[in-house]
């Protein structure tokens, strides 16, 4: 049987999974975006990203609540018919939405010889007393999983993860930049490959790979004379200071951001590709705001001078809040800027089935965009896509419309 485009993505995956774990790395299952990278690198923990399987179906499962989500029904079926790379931990966030909750409390009493760590975030934003108790919180699983593996916190570990999320966070930050400026130095998919594959698997060889295109993408633009404004609006961005800066389009190309919470980039990037193709002139996503895209590498990393926990509590709590945290007010702030300083010509919303967080916030968008005049279209996907052939037609639809406006 011929595989689509996502489930090649998806066995890919957990081939390169695979690999690592015959390697004998022990590795660490995380279900949520914002995971601290550093401080399972620094316990010799490998942590993957947990994506969901097109090839599982997220069928009814007695266990779970009926409110849960395609994405955790997705997770915990994957689990249930043993198709996991074999994990040696797996990591939960609490506090962030009662789907991910009750999936924790399940897989615990369903799984009881996995290894189940739950990182309790705060739901405000970073202050000093929330940076206090995300690091007391991050502090004592770090204790956990001492005991749990006999794995120290090393911080000579911690010093090298830092420097692997950092060169990552400095790579990806350009090239996302670079595209909002010139989207076709490199396509949406080929971006979201990148940052999907260091999720994924975050060592040297993933690093590797979106650095030398970075690096590439860096000498494209020195001879166009465009690396100070790139590295200027990389900035902007970082920092959430979107009203300084302005792009001027140099082609008619219809410029598409995309919005939502635990989607998969590159699963949408190959639907978005074949509706795009059938639509000229072919319009591509210029900016990516899905919780497992841009939220993920716009942050700053952790310092290597202070307490450590204090330092990765900092960079967990300066990545851009998602539909499962508190701060609609200035998410929608933002995007109401970004949708109008990028020259964005449509939105596409996507939800996940069942989803409250992405459907509370989803009409919140709609208004928001249309405050600012441009068009949207809301997507309802499961996790697996399984309804590709009707949101393709969707997508080219809307690409249409605003191909003729
Ligand atoms: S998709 Fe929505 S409901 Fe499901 S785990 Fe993510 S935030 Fe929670």
């Known amino acids: 049987m011929s595989l689509t485009g996502f489930e090649r993505v998806s066995q890919q995956r957990r081939q390169s999974l695979k690999r690592a774990a015959d390697e004998g790395h022990r590795i660490i299952g995380c279900v949520y975006p914002s995971f601290p990278i550093e401080l399972f690198l620094a316990h010799n923990l490998l942590p993957t990203l947990l994506w969901a399987n097109p090839s599982v179906p997220s069928a009814s499962e007695a266990s779970l609540q009926t409110f849960c989500c395609g994405f955790a029904r997705n997770l915990f079926s994957q689990r249930a018919k043993n198709l996991l790379t074999p994990l040696s931990a797996i990591f939960f966030p609490g506090n962030r939405c009662d ?23 705060p739901s405000t934003k970073e202050s000093e007393a929330t940076t206090k108790y995300l690091a007391e919180e991050l502090q004592s699983m770090s204790r956990t999983v001492e005991e749990s593996f006999g794995l120290p916190f090393s911080q000579k570990e911690f010093s090298r993860a830092v420097g692997l999320t950092a060169q990552f966070r400095a790579s990806s930050q350009f090239i996302s930049a670079a595209r909002l400026l010139q989207p076709q130095i490199l396509t949406y998919a080929e971006y979201a490959e990148l940052i999907c594959r260091f999720l994924t698997l975050p060592n040297s060889e993933s690093l590797n790979q979106i650095e030398n295109k970075a690096s590439a993408i860096r000498q494209i633009l020195e001879k166009n004379k465009q690396v100070i404004n790139t590295e200027a609006l990389s900035y902007t961005l970082l920092h959430q200071e979107i009203g300084e800066v302005t792009i001027s389009p140099d082609t008619s190309n219809p410029r598409i951001a995309v919005i939502g919470g635990m989607v998969d980039p590159e699963g949408f990037a190959t639907m978005f590709n074949n509706a795009a193709s059938e639509t000229s002139p072919k319009a591509e996503i210029v900016l990516d705001l899905l919780s497992f895209g841009l939220r993920t590498t716009f ?8 307490n450590p926990f204090e330092e990765i509590a900092l960079s967990l709590l300066g990545h851009s809040t998602e539909p499962t945290q508190e701060g609609l007010p200035e998410r ?44 949207t279209v809301r997507l309802n996907l499961d996790a697996e896509l399984s309804d590709r052939a009707r949101l393709e037609s969707k997508i080219q639809s809307f690409l249409e419309t605003l191909t003729m406006r």
């Open 99 to 121: 789907s991910l909750q009750n999936l924790c409390d399940v897989w615990r009493f369903r799984f009881p010889d996995d290894k189940v760590l739950r990182l309790n975030y």
């Open 299 to 306: 942050t700053k990393p952790p310092r290597l001078q202070g």
């Open 332 to 375: 929608l702030g933002l995007l109401k800027k970004s949708l109008t300083m990028f020259a964005i010509d449509g939105l596409i919303i996507c939800e996940q089935s069942f989803c409250d967080p992405d459907g509370f916030e989803a009409p919140e968008v709609i208004s928001a965009a249309a405050e600012e005049r441009v068009p």
